[in-house]
């Protein structure tokens, strides 16, 4: 770090320069090298971010009068920023979420909100082997066959007196509205390199979402224990 001393001339120095940059401190204008950049993406974060892109330029797409059918759908569903509940959603935020779900579950951009009441929900969540030994999740549905998807995020084996907590969590997509059994085996060994086995414990969100209207529900969160195949 080398410390810039002024002449008549030259009285502020700002930018770069090359491999450096002029940086103010609290010992002055000082100079000195460009930190090197983060850490490259992961291949996930990468798709997601060619979501989001493709999600922008939908919108872009939209006519006026469809934008205006999205900011006029926050009064029927009442959705709320993440950080503030009593802050109402804009029509491009719902539009940006919603249509993120459902490109992760294998499904087309929604152009138009669809207004459709979202009935039913998923009352537990299990985790556990087929008799083929495959890992299988199964969700619970109070009212089956209401054109759901569901976004499940997933941890690895936990020590069974660690607290919940959403650290570590990963994405499983559930692309079907007719099953309530899913064989995530893949989807898991390639997240964390390994399946559970009987017994493990282990941390997982819910979240579902109707396939033809705009509504999400809010998140479930607990804890669940990998149980054995019963015939």
């Known amino acids: 770090m080398a410390r810039i001393k002024y002449a008549s001339i030259v009285s502020n120095v700002s930018g770069s320069v090359g491999s450096a940059t002029f940086q103010k401190s609290a010992f002055g204008d000082t100079l000195r090298n460009k930190p090197r950049p983060r850490k490259s993406a992961s291949s996930s ?24 059918q999205w900011n006029q759908f926050i ?32 499904l087309a951009i929604m152009e138009l909100p669809l207004y459709q009441p979202l009935t039913g929900i998923f009352d537990s969540i299990q985790l556990g082997f087929d008799d083929l030994g495959a890992l ?18 997933l941890s690895p ?6 607290s919940f907590t959403r650290s570590g969590l990963r994405g499983i997509h559930i692309a079907s509205d007719d099953e309530l059994d899913f064989d995530i085996t893949s989807q ?18 819910l ?14 969160y607990g804890k669940l224990i990998v149980h054995a195949y019963e015939p």
Do not use: C
């Not at 569903?77 to 579950?105: C, E, K, P």
């Not at 979240?207 to 479930?220: A, G, H, K």
């Open 207 to 220: 979240r579902r979402f109707s396939t033809i209207s705009p509504l999400i529900q809010n998140p479930i």
């Open 45 to 68: 974060q990468l798709y997601i971010r060619s979501l989001m892109v493709k999600l922008h330029a939908a919108w872009a797409d939209l006519t006026d009068v469809e934008r205006k």
């Open 157 to 162: 084996p936990r020590r069974p007196s660690l």
């Open 188 to 205: 898991y060994v390639s997240i964390f390199g390994s399946i559970p086995i009987v017994g493990d414990t282990i941390h997982y969100s």
């Open 136 to 153: 299988e999740l199964t969700l619970e549905d109070e009212y089956p066959g209401t054109k759901t998807f569901s976004v499940v995020q």
């Open 75 to 106: 009064s029927y569903s009442s959705s709320t920023i993440r950080r503030d509940h009593a802050v109402l959603q804009s029509g491009h935020s719902l539009f940006l979420q919603y249509n993120m779900l459902r490109l992760l579950t294998d």
